[in-house]
């Protein structure tokens, strides 16, 4: 029988935790750590969330002494409008028929008087060889009454001359009848003229209906579209159906110019051959010089606008009929007052900038990243501005969007 184990050596370890432990304590310690970063992240989002993202801009100044380098003055009215071509022109045919030919494209460069299309003109054609051979046939009329005239003119002087050399060897009779017959053969030979006449009258006519089949440039310029194709039915005027009216419109490029509607409020500042700065809406970060040509003796009774022509002296290929375009009529030069003081100011904001309550106009003011309300006194649009006539001496910068309702104090970020 063998001896009992000597269990007094047996120990538990328990300096060392088991595996098992080791990783649950692991697992959750990582699981706080990312769920206090989460919570982190959560509460920085909704606070700058909190904080709405302000578009604001700034009440500019304009001074009526210096700032507008060659091209003028300051800004003194703005006004948005429309790149057209002075010379402008729907090109169509003097008569109706099937378009057979046409010569050009959007873009081809014509010059006047060049052909742009053809009608089919078979039947003028016919008309002309026609009326060519009547004209012949009138000729020969004339030839052969010319020849008949002459002929009894000679017969009636030579009757008339041996009759007065001896009355016995020709009677009375026979004088009158040969002078008869030489009143009729130049009555025939003056109908025969006025028969050729109306044969190249009629000639003419019909050189002209056939020259009607062609459609020339009216003016040097530019194709700015197509109206018809081969094969279509145009007329001078819209009939209905397939039949067209234009063929090709065209514009001098050369004669471009900006029209725009200015408010009649500020029309007195506007004038013929003043200086304006011309902004076109594909390229809002170039200018070009411009100058006023016209002011249209009207108004518009709806819209309370006069339109103003402005010349656009800066020729640029990039410059396209049809193109928006903002125009900034700018005052011109004039002498500083005593002591460099400019000699006229204002001050000019986005009509976005304003707000209305019980009649009464303010803007929100944004200072240290808060708003504030500012009354102010303003005078009519004009291109999407106003001008300040009191509340704001220029330089502030001014809530025009992203804040869906603006109080007193509120915090916000600027765009």
Not at 368 to 389: C, D, I, N
């Amino acid at each position: 029988m063998s001896a009992p184990a000597d269990l007094s050596k047996l120990r538990i370890d328990r300096s060392t935790a088991p595996a098992p432990v080791r990783r649950a304590v692991g697992r959750n310690l990582a699981i706080f750590t990312v769920a206090a970063v989460i919570v982190a992240v959560t509460a920085i989002v909704l606070r700058t969330r909190s904080v709405p993202e302000a578009q604001v801009a700034t009440a500019s100044v304009s001074t009526g002494a210096g700032g507008g380098g060659a091209a003028g003055g300051a800004t003194s009215v703005t006004a948005n409008g429309y790149v057209v071509a002075r010379t402008k022109a729907s090109v169509s045919a003097k008569t109706a028929g099937r378009l057979a030919f046409l010569g050009v494209s959007e873009g081809s460069y014509v010059h006047r008087g060049e052909v742009i299309a053809r009608l089919d003109n078979a039947d003028y054609e016919a008309s002309v060889s026609q009326a060519q051979a009547n004209v012949a046939a009138a000729d020969a009329n004339v030839i052969e009454a010319t020849a008949d005239r002459d002929q009894t003119a000679r017969d009636a002087q030579r009757i008339s001359e041996i009759r007065a050399r001896n009355a016995s060897l020709m009677s009375p009779q026979d004088l009158e009848t040969a002078t008869s017959r030489a009143a009729a053969a130049v009555a025939r030979y003056n109908a025969a003229v006025a028969r050729k006449r109306s044969a190249e009258a009629a000639l003419r006519l019909a050189q002209a209906s056939n020259e009607n089949t062609v459609i020339r440039a009216p003016f040097t310029g530019t194709v700015l579209r197509k109206d018809a194709e081969v094969g279509e039915v145009v007329a001078p005027s819209v009939g209905g159906g397939l039949t067209r009216g234009a063929v090709v419109t065209m514009a001098d490029l050369s004669t471009l110019e900006v029209e725009v509607d200015v408010n009649e409020a500020y029309i007195g500042r506007i004038a013929s051959g003043r200086p304006a700065r011309i902004t076109l809406d594909a390229y809002p970060d170039t200018s070009f010089r411009g100058e006023v040509r016209q002011v249209v003796p009207t108004a518009d009774r709806q819209r309370a606008t006069v339109q103003v022509k402005v010349s656009i002296l800066d020729h640029d290929t990039r410059i396209l009929p049809e193109m928006g375009a903002k125009v900034d009529f700018l005052e011109p030069e004039q002498p500083r007052a005593t002591g460099g003081a400019p000699a006229h100011a204002s001050i000019r904001i986005p009509s976005a900038a304003l707000r209305s309550d019980g009649g009464a106009s303010f803007v929100w003011l944004v200072r240290e990243g808060r708003l504030t309300k500012r009354p102010v006194t303003v005078g009519p649009v004009s291109g999407g501005f106003l001008e300040v006539r009191s509340g704001l001496s220029g330089g502030e910068q001014l809530l025009v969007g992203g804040v869906e309702v603006p109080k007193e104090g509120m915090r916000v970020k600027t765009q």
